[in-house]
């Protein structure tokens, strides 16, 4: 019975101090309610000290020490109101989150919204986590500034981003004001690509390449790089005779005939007893590597099924179907 009112007291106090329980989207107002003061520590300490201030005066008739207790006792009620004001009615909202690879930190773009006549000193933000890193930010009067906040990531999918927290200790350091703020923010994170994959397939669907217009049968020479080359096409040779730091240009060797094939990355065609997140590993590095080398390749992934082409927007669809496969 006592662990039964344990955990109802304990939801009760959660939804007091987290009001919000789903993420929320756009533009969010830390309203008054919003906001919570605690003495801090050293806000500890000084009320203790104005405790002892006010026995003693009593005890001993001094109207000096009746006089000082007051006085700091109001220097610390005008610190409340300043402490408050500091956080409060401030504008939240979020950017857009950048994609990263399994392993990585996501980053997290956060925007606070200052629309009052006054300035805000010295708010932390960070993850409503413990140790979590916290970054500080002064705020001009009618501005907004950006705070990123970075986030370690295990696992491929839709990575949401934490609780955040804010609080502040301005002015004096007695007090303590906090809020938490869950947005409807989140990164995808792509699988981590395999460290030591095998090569890129070389099977695929025959390329209807004209006869003199870049082939891969026979050697006819070499041309000036041009960007998107293949780097196993480069003439090394050629290339170590001069320096390219000094002026001397890249080179690419160049083929005739038409018996290329484009690339067919198939995940079908792995290992059936290959483990899942292996496979899409693999399938990662493989995209990863015709992009870099400037190649058109296919991909197929259970429904998806792309024609062979080549570009930031192929590599960043065939990236996003393996982040997302069957979850």
Not at 61 to 84: P, Y
Not at 153 to 164: D, K, L, N, Y
Not at 168 to 190: E, K
Not at 212 to 232: I, M
Request: glycine share 8%.
């Amino acid at each position: 019975m006592l662990t039964a009112l344990s955990e109802r007291w304990k939801a009760r106090l959660h939804k007091i101090i987290f009001l919000e329980h789903q993420p929320e989207s756009g533009e969010v107002f830390l309203k008054q309610r919003r906001v919570f003061t605690l003495p801090s520590k050293a806000g500890w300490m000084f009320l203790l000290m104005l405790l002892i201030l006010f026995i003693s005066a009593t005890n001993y008739n001094l109207s000096l020490g009746f006089a000082l207790t007051f006085v700091l006792g109001s220097v610390a009620l005008v610190n409340v109101f300043f402490c408050f004001r500091n956080l409060a009615y401030l504008h939240l909202d979020t950017g857009p989150a950048q994609a990263v690879f399994a392993g990585e930190e996501t980053h997290f773009t956060i925007f606070l919204i200052n629309r009052r006549k006054y300035q805000r000193y010295a708010i932390w933000v960070g993850f409503n986590e413990k140790n979590a890193p916290e970054k500080a930010v002064d705020i001009a009067p009618d501005s907004r500034t950006s705070i990123h906040l970075n986030y370690p990531t295990r696992s491929r999918g839709w990575q949401a981003i934490p609780r955040v927290r804010l609080q502040t200790w301005f002015p004096l350091g007695l007090l303590r004001a906090w809020s938490t703020w869950l947005p409807d923010a989140r990164a995808l994170v792509y699988p981590e690509p395999e460290e030591h994959a095998p090569p890129l397939p070389t099977s695929g669907a025959p390329s209807n390449e004209l006869e003199g217009q870049g082939g891969n049968e026979d050697f006819s020479g070499v041309r000036a790089y041009q960007p998107g080359d293949a780097l196993k096409h480069l003439a090394w040779k050629q290339i170590a005779r001069v320096d390219p730091a000094l002026g001397g240009q890249l080179v690419t060797k160049q083929f005739i005939g038409g018996a290329g094939n484009d690339i067919l990355l198939d995940f079908s065609a792995l290992p059936r007893t290959m483990n899942l997140e292996l496979k899409l590993s693999r399938m990662t590095r493989w995209v990863l590597e015709a992009d870099q080398a400037g190649l058109q390749y296919g991909f197929k992934l259970g429904q998806e099924n792309y024609a062979p082409a080549q570009g930031p927007a192929h590599r960043d669809a065939c990236l996003r179907a393996l982040a997302l496969y069957e979850l």
